[in-house]
């Protein structure tokens, strides 16, 4: 990829917390703390690998955000990859990992963008579904191979109505990951590399 196309792909993190206040209750904090962090980390380790990304997150630490906040600010920026991250506290022996992109239970007739006419918010995923299904099959794949299962347990890629992405016209998957006490850091290579895979455009 060269250093000019490398410039024009955005990314738009959106960690949970921002619509239902604190979040989930961790082990230590709470889920709206330890998404947010986790999301600074991953922008500055995708920064150090690759410094032409534009990554955006859609809120600061003590931020509160209306309902569909996220899907708006990531469709007016009409970013190339929407990445929502979600923690729960795990109690399972090994963590796991969830990976979504949207579906409803009725697939419309994909969006044609270029045409200016007024689509349900319900139906936006429809305009990249394809792009969104192949970048949740890849983080599938990654988060699945051999050399990560001694430290979590990455489920097959899911397509569902997940509240986090509705409304979202954008190429957009999420991450439900359940964190031990021992916190979030384990996830960060793995899921930063599949994203610069994504970003190089080797898929």
């Known amino acids: 990829m060269s250093m000019a196309t490398a410039k024009q792909f955005t990314i738009l993190i959106d960690p949970a917390g921002g619509v239902q206040g604190s979040g989930r209750k961790l082990d230590y904090e709470f889920e709206r703390q330890a998404t947010y962090q986790f999301a600074k980390q991953l922008r500055s380790f995708l920064l150090t690998k690759h410094p032409y990304l534009e990554i955006i997150l859609s809120r600061n630490a003590n931020q509160i955000l209306e309902p569909l906040h996220s899907a708006n600010f990531a469709n007016q920026l009409q970013v190339d990859l929407f990445i929502s991250l979600s923690f729960y506290k795990e109690t399972a022996i090994k963590p796991n990992i969830f990976i979504f992109y949207f579906k409803n239970s009725h697939f ?82 793995p899921i930063g590399n599949l994203i610069l895979e994504v970003a190089y455009d080797k898929i």
Not at 110 to 127: H, M, S, V
């Open 108 to 189: 419309f007739k994909p969006i044609n963008l270029q045409n200016l006419e007024f689509y349900p918010y319900k139906q936006a995923f429809t305009a990249y579904f394809d792009r969104s299904q192949k970048y949740a099959l890849l983080a599938q794949s990654r988060l699945q191979e051999p050399q990560y299962a001694h430290y979590f347990v990455c489920h097959n890629a899911l397509a569902f109505p997940f509240k986090p992405l509705c409304g979202v016209t954008t190429p957009g998957i999420s991450f439900e990951i359940g964190l031990k006490a021992n916190g979030w850091e384990l996830y960060l290579a």
